[in-house]
């Protein structure tokens, strides 16, 4: 069915009016994206540099009894937490995670999976559908380290209870790795046990198994088990900054897009709506030459 002229040009005052908008929005992210993905090159230094001690630590054999390196004979419950996004508009960035997140939560077998959700995207989306042990209200993208430090050790305590006592026997994590700009990657991580290869990468982390003999004061064990619950809180922090930083790239990306197609859209409307007005003045001359031939 054509259009009208009239119809055309409302349609064209409304599309123009979302392009504008999805060009801002995409402006704001792009802004944001950069600020983000500066604070997480600025955070791996400091990461990479306990990452490497704790390599040299775990290749030189340091004897430590930390409870965090235990693994449980039996699961019982495995808590996970679980990050998104506060708000829309950034394409398929939440359905990644929440796929990833069902497809564990169905390896499990049956296991009891208490999850913890941080982002309110992950709060709708798992409130009707799954067992939430603790909804974090905070914003994420105001989310510092200290906070982090808080969650990391709040899950540290349900692990070290044991599903015995009201606690879990494993702690994994559910975010988006940021690879880059046109790349995000749903990623699932055990965070408790801390594997032992993890606790002591050695020869990718940077540093060779066969280091030089260090004079360590407190002793080597001490301190891997100081370094634990460190590397834990930062292990925490970057997956935040990760998922931050892929959530503005995805919702560049899918501003981008929107204010392409909607680029398209005006383009076709325009067309439409001047062949629709030519069709409307010939018909007009048309009426007023036959009007005028009748008159002879």
């Keep these: 069915m054509a259009l009208s002229t009239k119809e055309l040009r409302r349609r064209i005052r409304v599309v123009t009016s979302l392009q504008k908008i999805t060009r801002a ?10 600020r983000l993905q500066e604070r997480a090159q600025g955070s791996r230094p400091h990461a990479d540099a306990i990452r490497r001690i704790s390599a040299r630590l775990a290749a030189s054999g340091a004897p430590t009894d930390s409870p965090l390196l235990e693994a449980r004979p039996r699961i019982e419950k495995a808590a996970i937490l679980v990050l998104s996004s506060d708000r829309g508009l950034c394409g398929s960035y939440n359905t990644n995670v929440f796929r990833k997140l069902a497809a564990h939560v169905q390896s499990m077998q049956g296991r009891q999976t208490p999850l913890y ?5 992950a709060r709708v989306y798992c409130h009707r559908r799954y067992e939430i042990r603790e909804a974090l209200l905070d914003e994420v993208e105001r989310l510092k380290y200290r906070r982090a430090k808080e969650i990391a050790e709040q899950l540290t305590r349900e692990f070290l209870k044991g599903s015995a006592n009201g606690g879990v026997d494993e702690v994994w994590i559910v975010y988006t790795r940021f690879v880059s700009m046109g790349r995000q990657v749903a990623t699932l991580e055990k965070l408790l046990p801390i594997e032992r290869d993890v606790a002591g990468e050695s020869a990718a ?7 030089e ?6 002793t080597a064990g001490r301190l891997l088990d100081l370094l634990l619950p460190k590397s834990l809180s930062i292990r925490v922090f970057a997956a935040i900054l990760d998922a931050l930083a892929s959530e503005f790239a995805a919702r560049r990306m899918a501003m981008k897009a929107a204010t392409d197609a909607a680029g398209d859209m005006i383009h076709r409307l325009r067309r439409s709506y001047n062949r629709a007005r030519q069709e409307t003045i010939t018909k007009e001359l048309l009426d007023i030459i036959g009007g005028a031939e009748a008159l002879k």
Aim: aromatic share 4%; charged share 30%.
């Design 117 to 121: 959700t941080l982002g309110r995207k």
């Design 25 to 34: 929005m995409e402006m704001v992210a792009t802004t944001k994206f950069r």
């Design 213 to 218: 003999d260090l004079l360590l004061e407190p």
């Design 205 to 211: 982390a940077g540093g060779t198994a066969k280091s």
